[in-house]
């Protein structure tokens, strides 16, 4: 995943133990900077190794692609902060440098001019005056990636200056407010001079209600209008970002050398036909292929994933994980994964809404071995692919939760005094330390495997139809699928959890985080924009008021601070199921009005006299409400003839050296693309 380094020794670094390693590095703005362990590379084989040095190239080679989609500025101000803060010859003591160092930091962080979660744009402590100096005092060569031919510096600061200071320019990376147009609102670059409405009836024309095989619309272009005419921009070799694509290639391509077995080949090989053609055709057969692929330990995403980013949900960020199966956690989702008939057959919802025969249903834990694009710096813990309903039903998907980045976060935060500020009493605080990490692992493990690829959709019914709420309501089915299902006695039957009380430890943290302490992610006047916070805002929500009358959930006063309460862990379930019905009820019909009302009503407004209260508390505890990650170093090892002999990993490197050296060494896009 970094450059080859030449050893004369073979010599293998044991993973370090828990004990011994350093999970925390660095802490900046509300971010702290964990490391993550990828225990047992060292038991691997040579094959393994190389195949996962080859498709951690290809990871960290998409690194540009997905700053340009978040905004058509991310490369250039990324490059001049870079440029600045190597070069300046000035006091970089000075509070204008260590806040454009911060500023900086912030950009890797959220690959880009917004924050990686709430997606507003960062506000600059540094003053526009230091920025123009800062950038003049550079020599032109200093500025080579940034400067357009026949620019100057001085042109360069007016560019960039209103972008970075100004905050009614581009103020949301996407926009998910109510009764605006998405797309002129947004700040991302997957369209240009285009309307929210142009955009529909675009899609809309194209598809077909009687294709029960739809290809994924408009997943792997961005959208513009040229000289009148909408015209689509795909993302291929010889297409839009191919200086990239084709450097991804050339590491698959290698990849495909050294791939497990022919299967594995095979899904590498039909990756990169679909990125040489732009096919949402041939992106359909590689998704296939990759989640029939059940033999190979090593594994990997790499690729237009998840549409988070689009306010409309269909337009794909670049991403990517590689990753090798923990063989023995894995024995808990293969539990689930054997019952998954069991589970459909069983949920709470509407029988016509629930699949007749779950098919290809696979899960696993898995060690990550990088993070890359919109999985990096800032990760999630589990994956559920393929995203297109039509494969699911078919062909099935592949879950996977990340443990050992779940490991680094429960490390990272112990005796952080969390639970003594915000848990109601001694009673949730041990069921929290004995089973929280136990019983979260088990919430993604039935989110991932089970609830993303439970239920139907009717026939005729568009995957798209819920527009900007689709993304929502569709983790709120998969958060209320596992909620549901923890509380079961099948789930002690099967070994997952060891008793009957220990779900109630991911019941409580879940309906504490929903109402009150997820909250501390949020700038104060702001409602929640992003689809897992709405999610979890919107369940906790909806289940505090359907049980006020038999008090089921209740919020509490001591010593003038705010408390959750669950009075009733069974009838919390009963809600839980109840509300699956109706969420699963909108997404198998596709209910535009139903979703929105949901969402809306529930997900989206904050109580703002509870929020400064949240904030106040998290902020006396010196926590950082959200986290990401530096990746280890993999080198090559070789021989006096040039062969390998091995694949070396190191955790030395830190957050800002990685990230120059990633912008020196995987930057192939233009600046302006």
Known sequence: MTTVLLACSSQKSATPAIEDF????????????????????????????ELIYYLNQAALEGRDILYDQNNKYNLFIRRTLEAVYVNYKGDRNSEDFQNLTTYLKRVWMGNGIHHHYSEDKFVPEFSEEFFAEAVKSLK????????????????????????????????????????????????????DGVTQAEVEAFYANMKDPNDSTPISYGLNSKLVKENGKLVEKTYKVGGLYTAAIERIVGWLEKAATVAENEKQKDVINTLIQYYKTGDLNTYDEYSIKWVEDLASQVDFVNGFTETYGD???????????????????????????????????????????????VKGVSAKVITAAILAGDCYPATPIGVNLPNANWIRSEHGSKSVTIENITEAYDQASLGNGFAEEFMWSDVERQRAKDFASMTNNLHTDLH???????????????????????????????????????????????????DKEAYKAEYYQFIMNGLMTQLTRIQPGKDIEEAHMRNRQLIAAWVYEKGKSENVVEIKKRDGKTFIVVNDYEK????????????????????????????????V??????????????????????????????????????????????YDENYVDQHLRYSKEYSSLPTFN
Request: charged share 30%; glycine share 8%; aromatic share 10%.
């Open 22 to 49: 350093t999970y925390s590095v660095d802490k900046f703005a509300d971010i702290e900077i964990l490391r993550y362990r990828v225990p047992d590379f060292e038991s691997l084989s040579l094959k393994q190794k």
């Open 140 to 191: 032109a060569e200093e500025l080579t990636t940034v400067l357009l031919p026949g620019e100057t510096a001085e042109d360069l600061i007016n560019k960039l200056t209103p972008v970075i200071f100004d905050p009614t320019l581009y103020p949301k990376r996407t926009n998910q407010a109510d009764g605006v147009d998405l797309i002129l609102t947004s700040g991302n670059n997957y369209y």
């Open 311 to 357: 306010p409309l949900g269909m337009k794909a960020s670049w991403e990517s994980i590689v990753n090798f199966k923990n063989i023995e956690a894995t024995k808990r989702t293969e539990i689930i994964s054997a019952n998954a008939q069991w589970f459909e057959d069983h949920s709470p919802i509407d029988p016509k809404f629930k699949k007749e025969k």
């Open 448 to 498: 991932e495997c089970l609830g993303h690829g439970s239920g139907k959709l009717l026939p005729g019914v568009d995957p798209d139809a819920l527009k900007s709420y689709g993304s929502t309501i569709e983790e709120a089915r998969a958060d209320l699928f596992g909620l549901y299902y923890m509380g079961d006695p099948k789930i002690v039957e099967l070994g997952l959890l060891p």
């Open 572 to 603: 919390l379930r009963t809600l839980f199921g109840n509300l699956l019905a109706e969420i699963q009820r909108i997404k198998s019909t596709g209910d535009f009005e139903g979703g929105k009302k949901l969402v809306e009503n529930y997900g």
């Open 605 to 650: 407004k904050v109580d703002q006299t509870l929020h400064a209260e949240a904030l106040d508390r998290y902020k006396k505890l010196n926590l950082a409400p959200y986290r990401g990650f530096v990746n280890p170093v993999y080198s090559l090892v070789k021989d006096a003839s040039g062969k390998i002999k091995d694949v070396k990993i190191s």
